[in-house]
Each structure stands twice: as structure tokens, then as C-alpha cells.
């Protein structure tokens, strides 16, 4: 979606309006499949984004492909950690480096995501190469990952809805591989 430059400004409350516009539907949904989720933030916040993030992760997807492609392309290889994946809109990029990339694992705490995910990794013929590790950021002690074994670090589009993001990037250089 272009705007005239004149508009940029309001770019921040047209993505405001597009996002509160999923709470109905969110709330619908909810009701008809998981009513329980409706009475914990934190699951609504997933599902709320979930919903959002199906239309807009696409939108959002074709304008920044062609800046970030090139940047994914020419720059990732080995073991390579994706923070924040979503529900896997840049996916495709790690099958056109499959000769440079060994393994790829998905950061992603929204279980919203999931599901959407796994399919994009099966389309990419990625299945065995990326793994979905669902927890944030903060949290992959937990998941087994060594320090330093990571040979490449991607957050494409992710950190700008992160509360702390400095705190976040800071917890992730210890999992790079030294060099």
C-alpha cells in the first residue's frame, strides 16, 4: 500500500485501524472454537495477531521483497537462527540458499503461527532443515540450543513488536558461532 508522501505520517494509524479492525472477527472466532482463550490476555493477544498477521503478513511481505531478499540471499549460510518467522511469509528464501544453509530454526512464541508455518517450511521443501522452536527469543536455553552454534542471526520484520528489542538482540549474540 503506497502512500502519497504527504500521508507517511499516518501510516502508523492506518496499521492501528487495520489491526483493531481483527478484534471483532478475533472475538468471534474465539467464541465459536477456544471460548477459554478469551479470558487470558495472552492467549487473545496471540489469537488477535494471528488474525491480523494472516492478511498483513502478506502485504507486508511484497513491499519489503525487494530490499530484504537480496539481504537473505547473499548473506545467510550453515546453522541459521530466524527470530520471529511468523507464519512463515520469508520461508522461501532459506530453500533458494538450501546449498549454504544446513539447519534453520524458527523462533516463534505465537502458536497462532504455527500451523501456517509448518505449511510454508513443507511448500519450501524445507522439512527437516527448519525447525519450528516454539518459544521467544529470550527463552532458547530452554529448547536445548547451544551457545555458540549459530552460524547466522535473521530478524526480518519482527523486533518493532518486541518490548525490549535491544535487551533481545543482546541475548542472542552468545549463540553465534566466535569469528
Given at each position: 500500500?503506497?502512500?502519497?508522501?504527504?500521508?507517511?505520517?499516518?501510516?502508523?494509524?492506518?496499521?492501528?485501524?487495520?489491526?483493531?479492525?481483527?478484534?471483532?472477527?478475533?472475538?468471534?472466532?474465539?467464541?465459536?472454537?477456544?471460548?477459554?482463550?478469551?479470558?487470558?490476555?495472552?492467549?487473545?493477544?496471540?489469537?488477535?495477531?494471528?488474525?491480523?498477521?494472516?492478511?498483513?503478513?502478506?502485504?507486508?511481505?511484497?513491499?519489503?521483497?525487494?530490499?530484504?531478499?537480496?539481504?537473505?540471499?547473499?548473506?545467510?549460510?550453515?546453522?541459521?537462527?530466524?527470530?520471529?518467522?511468523?507464519?512463515?511469509?520469508?520461508?522461501?528464501?532459506?530453500?533458494?540458499?538450501?546449498?549454504?544453509?544446513?539447519?534453520?530454526?524458527?523462533?516463534?512464541?505465537?502458536?497462532?503461527?504455527h500451523a501456517a508455518l509448518k505449511r510454508r517450511v513443507e511448500a519450501a521443501g524445507l522439512k527437516g532443515i527448519y525447525e519450528v522452536?516454539?518459544?521467544?527469543?529470550?527463552?532458547?536455553?530452554?529448547?536445548?540450543?547451544?551457545?555458540?552454534?549459530?552460524?547466522?542471526?535473521?530478524?526480518?520484520?519482527?523486533?518493532?513488536?518486541?518490548?525490549?528489542?535491544?535487551?533481545?538482540?543482546?541475548?542472542?549474540?552468545?549463540?553465534?558461532?566466535?569469528?
Open positions: 500500500m503506497e502512500l502519497p508522501p504527504q500521508l507517511n505520517l499516518l501510516r502508523p494509524l492506518l496499521l492501528l485501524a487495520y489491526s483493531a479492525s481483527y478484534i471483532p472477527i478475533t472475538i468471534f472466532r474465539l467464541i465459536t472454537s477456544s471460548p477459554s482463550k478469551l479470558l487470558s490476555w495472552s492467549s487473545f493477544q496471540h489469537a488477535w495477531f494471528g488474525n491480523f498477521w494472516s492478511w498483513f503478513g502478506g502485504v507486508s511481505r511484497e513491499s519489503a521483497a525487494a530490499t530484504v531478499s537480496p539481504l537473505v540471499r547473499g548473506n545467510v549460510h550453515g546453522v541459521v537462527l530466524d527470530i520471529g518467522p511468523g507464519s512463515g511469509e520469508w520461508v522461501y528464501l532459506y530453500a533458494a540458499t538450501a546449498n549454504k544453509v544446513t539447519k534453520v530454526y524458527g523462533v516463534e512464541p505465537n502458536p497462532e503461527h522452536l516454539p518459544v521467544g527469543a529470550q527463552d532458547l536455553g530452554t529448547m536445548g540450543l547451544e551457545k555458540e552454534s549459530i552460524d547466522t542471526i535473521v530478524t526480518l520484520q519482527t523486533l518493532c513488536s518486541c518490548p525490549g528489542p535491544q535487551d533481545i538482540i543482546k541475548s542472542l549474540y552468545p549463540y553465534l558461532k566466535k569469528g
